[in-house]
């Protein structure tokens, strides 16, 4: 829905119509390795740089407390860090993580949407690496970082939202009480369900926008005639254009699908990140 090429009332409609053309398999998990190879890349390195930051920070604070003896009983894991310093930290994991998974999401781009295209441009890809190989054989290397710019600015304000946002609202929780003492009513499932939910939904409208602008970028072909001028000149020449020709409604294409998308992912990948890292090591992830 976030690519040219096909018009839909919704995304049952959109579900529908690529299930009758392509087939449930071919369709609806067209480029299903690049998606798995983009959360090896990019999911992990964004989760455990953030785990990190977060546990550097929580030891500064703890440390600069007992060397001014402030206080007497501790400190909780959160309350020190401001939710500007974890978006901080969200923004550049999300950032670090994103460049090294480029090329996955270009894949994941190309593949999913090839479907769409007439039948003489498709380009037909057999799989992930056949997908990453004719790119860096027709494009070059730098073909497998096209639209990184637009790729790592949604990445950062996703993973800023979703990790920040989401550890902010997980301390705020705990706080009332409501999911009882230190948050631990049912081993803290319910307590980083709501948190990662919630976060996922501020997450999807920020980045919404900028993931219909890094998707056209990222499907666009590269023009056989180099005197050609090239769909878009950049980020900005791309989201003006859809704002002009389809209006500023085009930029949330897809929110939904994409939200069903997030939601589930964040909530089942955070959940097991804390439970795994306090397992591992008796402390939290976020």
Do not use: H
């Amino acid at each position: 829905m976030q690519t040219e090429g096909g018009d839909y009332d919704g995304p049952i409609d959109c579900a529908k119509n690529i299930v009758q053309r392509e087939g449930i398999i071919n369709g609806l998990y067209a480029g299903i390795g690049a998606a798995y190879l983009r959360q090896w890349l990019y999911g992990s390195c964004r989760i455990g740089i953030y785990a990190f930051l977060l546990e550097r920070a929580q030891q500064q604070q703890q440390q600069q407390i007992i060397n001014s003896a402030a206080a007497t009983g501790g400190l909780d894991e959160t309350t020190a860090i401001s939710l500007g310093a974890k978006m901080a930290m969200g923004l550049l994991s999300g950032g670090i993580g994103s460049f090294v998974g480029t090329p996955s999401e270009v894949a994941l781009v190309r593949m999913s949407a090839d479907s769409k295209l007439p039948a003489l441009q498709r380009r037909n890809y057999k799989g992930i690496s056949d997908c990453l190989s004719r790119i860096l054989q027709e494009e070059g290397i730098a073909g497998l970082w096209t639209g990184a710019k637009v790729t790592v600015i949604r990445a950062m304000l996703l993973s800023a939202c979703v990790l920040g946002i989401g550890s902010e609202i997980k301390q705020r929780l705990t706080e009332t009480g409501t999911f009882g003492p230190d948050g631990a009513m049912f081993y803290g499932l319910p307590l980083m369900f709501v948190a990662t939910l919630c976060s996922s939904f501020c997450a999807n409208i920020v980045s919404n926008p900028v993931d219909v602008v890094k998707s056209r970028l990222q499907n666009a072909s590269k023009k056989a005639d180099k005197n050609e001028m090239p769909q878009y000149s950049g980020m900005m020449d791309c989201a003006a254009k859809i704002v002009k020709n389809e209006g500023i409604a085009a930029l949330w294409s897809g929110f939904t699908p994409a939200f069903l998308k997030l939601a589930p992912y964040t909530i089942i990948s955070l959940i097991l990140t804390e439970k795994i890292t306090f397992l591992t090591t008796g402390k939290t992830a976020l």
